[in-house]
């Protein structure tokens, strides 16, 4: 109610007294519950890095097929089909997998996951065509949708206060597994090579890269097993019921549990409330970042494995594990220890366009990079000093995901829908993921064979799009809206 100025207070010289706007004491932050967030970082700690494992040797298992005839330029078209393939795959999928587990349970449906990821890595390795390689990786695309359900488990993990330190964990614990799958997959692969007397069946010549697939494979079944043992259904209406003292309805009103099934019943036709802008803005900001994101995650193998003369590093599969291993380490480090008091320092849009205005120079040191190689002839401290420069930015430009995931986890109108709307997400960066990596590393060979732009034009067209992810940026809402109030 608004008071006219005949009822405000005022002083015996019939003067109005101006009182004071307080400003509503600051919530304390709710401590996360350590055990359960660390059974869930394990799990994404092993899918990211069976995921990524295959990446140092992708490009030469492609050489070794002979699908290029000899073309290294032409390697690009083909890892960038495999990679989006299984994307496209995901995207069928996700969504289902999403609605199923805000049916039947978070737990369950992680568990499936993980049975389906288990199969398409042994499947990998046993591959010995181009399709059984394209096959068994869009079986984890399509038997796999925890990437949605795991960020729906850290939302009902979490609240208003300590969003920001559980989502700075997940992009931590991708970093660390991108940093490590490459560094697994780059050493195991073609064992006979690196220790003949302990690998000289001639299994393993036949098939030289099935020592990492089953390794991962291996660190998956583990993590099936834990997380059957041990992680807690966080779905509400699926969790055991606990002994609490009971409280009259009167004195606690509206309750969590009342407010979810108000908002079931009031939203019979989901896509009624998905189409609103308060979610889709930061959804449409989640995808562009991921295209823009797996687009430069293909670029880096795929440049450090091109050959000098045409642009790229030209190097081995064991040094490109080993780089993307620091890279990792370096970036979830960094994202571990200081992302939480830089959100809440700078606040989540803020940081956000500050993240995505880093992507267009990390884009440029690639031609950069490949100048100074050309020009010196050698990979020497130049070189070195310039990827130091990318890790730089690299590590800005990843602070973009937490903060995309808080404006998409904030944007359900409650719990018991997250799943969906985290479905929604995903399913928009699986499309997101499986254009970015074919369209990128397809303009890479093409612009290298053909010297369009001087063997640039992707990365123009790469730093044109982040302008869109810039400007997309700027229309989320200026603070997270509380669900808990």
């Known amino acids: 109610m608004v008071l006219s100025s005949s009822f405000r207070p005022r002083a015996a010289n019939n003067e109005i007294i101006v009182m004071p706007l307080v400003p509503p004491p600051r919530k304390p932050t709710t401590p996360l519950p350590q055990f359960q967030t660390g059974i869930l970082m394990m799990f994404e700690l092993v899918e990211t890095t069976a995921l990524m494992s295959i990446y140092p040797y992708i490009n030469q298992l492609i050489r070794e097929f002979d699908i290029t005839g000899g073309d290294d330029a032409a390697v690009g078209y083909y890892v960038g089909l495999i990679d989006s393939l299984l994307y496209l795959a995901q995207a069928l999928t996700v969504l289902s997998w999403s609605r199923l587990s805000d049916r039947i349970g978070r737990r369950p449906v992680l568990l499936m996951g993980l049975t389906g990821a288990c199969i398409s890595m042994i499947c990998f390795g046993l591959s010995t065509t181009f399709w059984s390689l394209v096959i068994s990786r869009c079986m984890w695309g399509a038997l796999n949708g925890n990437i949605g359900i795991m960020k729906t488990v850290m939302g009902e993990l979490t609240d208003s206060t300590n969003m920001a330190q559980g989502f700075a964990l997940l992009p931590m614990v991708w970093a660390i597994g991108s940093s490590v799958g490459p560094l697994m997959g780059g050493m195991l692969a073609r064992p006979h090579d690196h220790w003949p007397r302990l690998f000289n069946n001639p299994f393993w010549r036949k098939y030289p890269y099935f020592l990492p697939c089953a390794v991962s494979a291996f660190l998956l079944l583990l993590a099936f097993f834990m997380l059957l043992s041990f992680l807690e259904e966080t779905l509400s209406a699926k969790r055991r019921p606990r002994l609490t003292l009971s409280i009259p309805s009167a004195s606690r009103g509206i309750d969590c549990d009342d407010q979810e099934a108000f908002v079931r019943q009031s939203t019979p036709n989901t896509s009624l409330w998905l189409l609103t802008p308060a979610i889709v803005i930061p959804i449409a900001n989640y995808a562009m970042l991921s295209f823009l994101d797996m687009s430069f995650k293909a670029l880096i193998p795929l440049f450090l494995s091109t050959p000098i003369h045409l642009g790229g590093m030209g190097l081995t599969p064991s040094s490109i594990g080993l780089w993307l291993a620091f890279f990792g380490i370096v970036d979830g480090l960094f994202q571990a220890l200081f992302l939480a008091k830089i959100v809440d320092w700078v606040g989540p849009k803020r940081l956000f366009c500050v993240s995505s205005s880093c992507f267009a120079p990390l884009v440029i040191m690639f031609p950069v990079m490949s100048w100074l190689i050309c020009t010196r002839g050698v990979v020497d401290?130049?070189?070195?000093?310039?990827?130091?420069?990318?890790?730089?930015?690299?590590?800005?430009?990843?602070?973009?995901?937490?903060?995309?995931?808080?404006?998409?986890?904030?944007?359900?109108?409650?719990?018991?829908?997250l799943g969906v709307v985290n479905g929604l997400?995903?399913?928009?960066?699986?499309?997101?993921?499986?254009?970015?990596?074919?369209?990128?590393?397809?303009?890479?060979?093409?612009?290298?064979?053909?010297?369009?732009?001087?063997?640039?034009?992707?990365?123009?067209?790469?730093?044109?799009?982040?302008?869109?992810?810039?400007?997309?940026?700027?229309?989320?809402?200026?603070?997270?809206?509380?669900?808990?109030?």
Not at 391 to 405: E, G, I, K, R
Not at 453 to 459: E, R
Request: aromatic share 10%.
């Open 425 to 485: 997400c995903q399913t928009s960066r699986s499309v997101a993921c499986a254009l970015g990596p074919a369209l990128t590393t397809s303009l890479f060979a093409f612009s290298k064979k053909y010297n369009i732009l001087d063997g640039n034009a992707v990365y123009v067209i790469l730093i044109i799009l982040s302008s869109i992810l810039r400007w997309l940026g700027s229309q989320l809402p200026d603070e997270i809206q509380d669900r808990d109030e």
């Open 381 to 417: 401290h130049a070189i070195v000093y310039s990827l130091f420069v990318q890790l730089v930015l690299t590590v800005t430009w990843d602070m973009a995901y937490a903060t995309a995931l808080m404006f998409v986890t904030a944007s359900a109108p409650a719990k018991n829908v």
